[in-house]
């Protein structure tokens, strides 16, 4: 019985350690935004670290895994603009760099392929999400793919509705797809941003969710947050 309840203080303890991570996490980027007075992307987890991106090469990280910090560096070092970092629960990550370069560790092997075949293809990728249950979405200028044909499915409906896809954002518990005209939510989605996407002049071109935390922003680095 002891060693029953050691373990779930355990628990509770590991638990109230990822909390606090979290929270410290989240709010250097917070002031590093700030401080900028932009920010056009970043990766927020609820668990496994948050960055921001600014300017060409401007990045502020924490709490981040260790080989995605160490890829960052060194595309900066190389002064490689980094377009988009995709960051998962489960310390899953990719960076979207320059023309269709890409650095990334533990994606799903099938969206691997549909990225070689994109370049080698020469299609351009503008945006890729993915989750720790292995659904994805690549878009690119002409053409979307994903994991799943019930996704396919409904990024083609909102785009019948709401014109070309330009973004998509894909969790664990969510999916919201931004298209030119308006957007799509499936799951749980923060009420927040639903009305806050709904209701922003933004021309938006990236948005992140972490559980009831969001961020969007235009290619100009005009954003709004509830972080």
């Not at 560790?105 to 351009?124: A, C, G, M, T, W």
């Not at 396919?152 to 298209?179: P, R, S, W």
């Amino acid at each position: 019985m002891k060693r029953i309840i050691h373990i779930l203080e355990l628990i509770i303890l590991i638990s109230i350690s990822s909390n606090l991570s979290a929270q410290n996490s989240r709010a250097y980027i917070r002031e590093a935004i700030e401080k900028w007075g932009e920010c056009r992307n970043v990766a927020i987890t609820k668990t496994n670290g948050d960055l921001a991106l600014y300017g060409r090469n401007g990045c502020a990280n924490a709490g981040c895994p260790a080989n995605l910090s160490k890829a960052i560096r060194e595309l900066n070092d190389d002064n490689k603009y980094i377009d988009d970092i995709q960051l998962t629960e489960e310390g899953s990550w990719l960076i979207l760099f320059e023309n269709n370069g890409f650095r990334w560790h533990d994606i799903p092997y099938s969206l691997e392929q549909k990225i070689r075949k994109f370049n080698n293809d020469s299609e351009v990728i503008t945006s890729v999400t993915f989750n720790d249950a292995g659904d994805w979405v690549v878009v690119t200028t002409n053409y979307i793919s994903s994991s799943d044909e019930r996704i396919q499915n409904l990024l083609k409906e909102g785009m019948n509705k709401h014109g070309g896809l330009l973004t998509v954002c894909l969790t664990d518990d969510a999916l919201v797809a931004v298209f030119e005209k308006g957007y799509r939510f499936f799951g749980d989605v923060p009420s927040s941003l639903k009305t806050a996407i709904e209701q922003t002049k933004l021309n938006v071109f990236r948005l992140k969710i972490a559980g009831s935390s969001w961020f969007f922003a235009n290619k100009k680095g005009n954003y709004q947050y509830n972080m």
